[in-house]
């Protein structure tokens, strides 16, 4: 598919999705939202885990604001992403405040450089939480057109964690030779994993 037409319909996929996250019912976001965040803390991955990097949710999206507040108070360190100006690229910070963080100029939540410690190495016991407007049956994300978390899955070594609600899930998606699967999907209904290698209990 030529990559004009990738984009177009990538774009029109995004309005698609946009328009079903729209029309939750706040209720029914926050349940699905609680069923998720359950699945995210019940793997024995997060458990382990000594750092979480994750996005701070926006109104549209699946919610984080709670996995942070219990990654806290179970004694996890919490990096959350900054957008370079000028580039495609983020670098995540620690964070142990909801204070530390700023809107940036997109309207999303992101850490005071000034009062933040930079996470220079990611920790090989880490996960990310990936973020995305639909997921498709092979872990691959229909982002926000902007490539910063494919830049950065594509040099990440831990565990990738895609979540997104159910009603926003393909069988697949169309997709860039620079996007980047996830390692496992969790969903309001279910979870599924993409790549066993990745997901073994370590012993």
Partial sequence: MPIRDLRQEKNRLRNQYKSIRKSYDPYYKSTMDKYIFRRITGLYQYKSA?????????ELETDTIRLIKRAWADGKRVAVPKCIDGTRLMKFYYINSFYQ??????????????????LDTVPDNSICIVPGMAFDSSGYRL????????????????LKVGICYS??????????????PVDILITDRFFRVIRSDKTERRV
């Fill in 143 to 158: 982002g926000y057109g902007k490539g910063y978390y494919d830049r950065f899955l594509s040099g990440y070594k831990g």
């Fill in 101 to 118: 963080l700023e809107k940036s100029s997109f309207g999303v939540s992101e850490p005071k450089e000034q009062l933040c410690e930079k």
């Fill in 50 to 58: 000594e750092v979480i990097l994750t996005y701070v949710s926006k």
């Fill in 167 to 180: 009603d926003c899930i393909k069988w697949a998606l169309p997709r860039g030779k620079y996007d980047r």
